[in-house]
């Protein structure tokens, strides 16, 4: 059999990369229902302030900026019979299956001020919780496979499953838990359809994460590199400083923060564009996510085959431009008065298909981002002499809550700006407001977004790089004249982290 170089890895199979990728399904269903249903329910069916809502999500990211790289560096440098990942990726399961549940069941009849206590608390150990898995298993991604071009392949399968969740999910929420009926007129606003999307959204994830962990869990042993123990702090300061001040990592984490404002916004506001600014019905929006679906499909697909083509880098900027024009066009359509009227099938056309194509491309950039994150992995440890797969995706972690985060606040303010009202019934809203929202949105988030692809220019690794930086690190492995064996000196605790790459 075939192994990689360096650590006696398996080769990368089809069946490894769909037991890799399952796991993605709990952040991606998590993601969908945060980032679209989160600030409606508790803005319009709760009752709270969107800006009170938004801001809360906003501060709830500093005990995030504080947890999940914590949580990175405790993976990996974790010592157990289980490796360095699964013991945490195990013991989020349940517990995160069950924060999730009573994010969306907020005790009734209290005050305002106590709902928004309870909905910060919750939210924090929602994504406590599940980044005690996220993290983890997104650091195995570089650990399965050394080849610059099969991590495409399986960042694919990770998008590919959370996106398939995601879409799922939504779906499922407008087409049976917040549909139009005889008893609930405007689905939207249907408090027990959130607390049925909840608990289905619980048990998938709790499922998922079980399932990836059970199916990657036979590879504990050819996948650890036991992490040598830190001696002084520093060392360890030392250590934290070179693999954060990475150039190529910096640029991908910037640009991240930069644009998961601007994410953050458009899916903030995604159930409020599509229900009042496009009168869309909750099916017609069902249909929307369904695309997802076939992005998922599409995305996938596309990535690998144009990373390989043109490279990683440039790749991921034509699509995240593409994708950048396809999201904003049919609101900016709508202000200058291009498109049909809200109500007719030419209108639902016309939004399906650049909906569509927004999903796919920027799916496609995420994929090839998470590739290039990979490769900061060996990038980062030429100079440290450590591989830190934790400590990097916790970065990666963080830019996703930024999305519910920064973004949803921003949401919060542009909705109290324009006056939005609340309990508001799609089609009664004042033209004037939905103007205003659209004429605030198109600049926001096409501003972020051009600037977040602009520091994409900074990151300076491609395939020579990438090949370099490996046989660099297979060189630090010295022979032991001894055991006969080769020793990895990134791994050997008596070596000074100066001399662990030769």
Known sequence: MKHDSMSGRPPLTLWTNILYGVGSIAFGVHLAVLTSALLLFYNQVVGLPAA??????????????????????WSDHTRSRWGRRHPFMYASALPTAVA???????PIGWTQGHL????????????????????????????????????????????????????????????????????????LLNRAGYQQTALLASIVIFVSIIISCVGTQRFIGSLVHEPRVQTTWREKFGELSGTLTNRSFLALTVSGIIGAVSAGLRQGLDFYISAYFFGLTPAQMSYLAAAGLFAAFAGVGLAPAISKRFGKKQSMIGVFFASLFASVAPIAMRLIGMLPPNGTEA????????????ATLGLSGFIIVSSMMSDVVEDAAVSTGQRSEGLLFAANGLISKCVTG??????????AWVSFPQHATPGEVDPAILHHLGMAFVPIVT??????????????????????????????????PEAGAGVNVLDDESVPASARVS
């Open 52 to 73: 009170w809502v938004g801001g809360a999500m906003a501060l709830t990211l500093i005990f995030d900026a504080i947890c999940d790289p914590l949580i990175g560096e």
């Open 100 to 106: 999730f549940y009573f994010l969306f069941d907020p």
């Open 447 to 480: 501003t972020f977004s051009a600037i977040a692809i602009a520091v994409l220019m900074f990151y300076d690794i491609d395939r020579s790089t990438h090949q370099r930086n490996v046989e660099r690190l297979e060189g630090a492995v010295q022979p032991d």
């Open 347 to 358: 209108l639902f056309a016309i939004v399906f298909a650049f909906n569509f194509f927004a």
């Open 406 to 415: 920064v973004g949803t606040f921003l949401s919060g303010l542009m909705l």
């Open 116 to 187: 928004l206590i309870y909905f910060a608390v919750m939210l924090m150990t929602v994504r406590m919780l599940l980044s005690l898995y996220e993290i983890p298993s997104s650091a195995l991604g570089p650990e399965l496979t050394l080849d610059y071009d099969q991590r495409t392949t399986l960042m694919s399968s990770r998008f590919f499953f959370g996106t398939l969740g995601g879409a799922a999910i939504s779906v499922l929420a407008l087409q049976v838990f917040l549909r139009k009926d005889a008893t609930h007129p405007l689905g």
